[in-house]
């Protein structure tokens, strides 16, 4: 008896802590607040628009201007933002009047109003753009590579995707050219590679601009298994990190691969192959998300419902829209409705909220 009420005592110090650490933020009618994992109001809807929790804090608009919340939903930081970025690694870009700069969970100016357009803090960097042109500062506000480029995206593996008299190159964090600029688009670094476009078509770079696949492709997905979605003509198929294709092009369309199966289009149904090319599932859908904690959404008809990994029917066809598992949980609108099911497609939270996003973890103010 005594190991019967402690374990329904941990049970419910579990389902306690998840629900207070997860939050989703939802409409109601024409305002946004935040449920937590029971589908109680944790943030009354109040607020024009709301973000994802980031570092404990949440950026919420009132009144035309934005602020940031706690979990609890009192303010911060109040409103007095034109508009704001998410809080990374402690700071959070915000616009004043016509010009952006960076805050602290605070609220206190780390760095002035004075840039043109700012992105995150990503390793103790952040880009930033001044007279038309995009440079990197630190953290103090303290100019590290001058602006100097047409476009920047935000260093990964020690380089920086920027753009030069329309071509892009990679910079290393002290604005060298680390590979010089040559290409029509450009992606970042992932796993010591880098998708790139040139002559109108995709090939993959290693960090030291050698091509570890030639440019070949109309479009290629990241890499995911070991392998990357390509299209050729008008067919799709699976090469490795070599450029070798597992699975020669013959699809209609095709997803990046996800608990080890890829959806693919053969005429104008879906279904899944798995590493080998070979058919996990059959074609049969008419449209399909990637498989997430086992299981898939797929459309039969109008409605969506979930399969497993063998493609069966776990959750059957019933809903207008649908959303993938995370944490055990799915949203799907019935009715005009967003609620939440879990893995047996039961209601843990019922269709009511006419918007609404995934539960994300608050994190640590």
């Known amino acids: 008896m005594k190991k019967i009420t402690f374990l329904i005592l941990v049970i419910f110090l579990i389902n306690t802590v998840f629900a207070q650490d997860y939050l989703a933020r939802v409409r ?6 935040c449920i937590n994992t029971n589908g109680e109001w944790v943030i009354n809807p109040q ?26 939903g009192s303010f911060v930081i109040n409103p007095q933002f034109e508009n704001v970025k998410d809080f990374h690694n402690g700071f959070a870009a ?36 001044s007279i038309g042109e995009w440079g990197f500062v630190n953290t ?16 990964t593996e020690g380089l920086a995707c920027a753009l030069k008299d329309r071509q892009w190159g990679f910079i290393d964090k002290k604005g060298n050219w680390a590979i010089n600029p040559q290409f029509e688009d450009a992606k970042s670094f992932e796993f010591g590679i880098a998708r790139v476009r040139k002559g109108g078509e995709w090939g993959v770079i290693n960090s030291k601009g050698s091509y570890v696949i030639n440019p070949q492709f109309i479009k290629i997905f990241e890499f995911s298994n070991g392998l990357a979605a390509v299209r050729v003509g008008k067919e799709w198929g699976f090469v490795n990190k070599e450029g070798k294709y597992i699975v020669n092009p013959q699809f209609q369309n095709a997803h990046p691969f996800e608990d080890g199966l890829a959806a693919v289009k053969k005429g104008k149904e879906w279904g899944f192959i798995n590493s080998k090319g070979s058919y996990y599932i059959n074609t049969q859908f008419i449209d399909t998300k990637d498989f997430h904690e086992g299981l898939a959404a797929v459309r039969k008809g109008k ?17 207008e829209k649908v959303r993938s598992f995370k944490n055990g949980r799915a949203m799907v609108k019935k009715g005009g409705r967003w609620g939440w099911i879990n ?3 039961t209601y843990v939270i019922n269709p009511q909220f006419a918007n609404g996003f995934q539960f994300v973890k608050v994190g640590v103010l």
Not at 94 to 122: H, L, M, R, S, Y
């Open 28 to 33: 109601k009618d024409k305002q946004w607040g």
């Open 47 to 72: 607020f024009e628009h709301i973000h994802d929790f980031s570092e404990g804090l949440a950026a919420v608009q009132k009144g035309g201007e934005w602020g940031f919340v706690n979990a609890t």
């Open 94 to 129: 915000v616009k004043k009047g016509k010009e952006w700069g960076f805050i602290n969970k605070k609220g206190a100016w780390v760095i002035n109003p004075q840039f043109e357009k700012a992105k995150d803090f990503i390793d103790g960097l952040a880009p930033v753009r």
């Open 140 to 155: 103090s506000g303290s100019y590290v590579i001058n602006p100097q480029f047409n476009k920047v995206m935000n260093f």
């Open 303 to 319: 409605e969506w419902g979930y399969i497993n990994g063998k493609g069966t029917w776990v959750v059957n066809p019933q809903f």
């Open 343 to 345: 893995e047996s497609g």
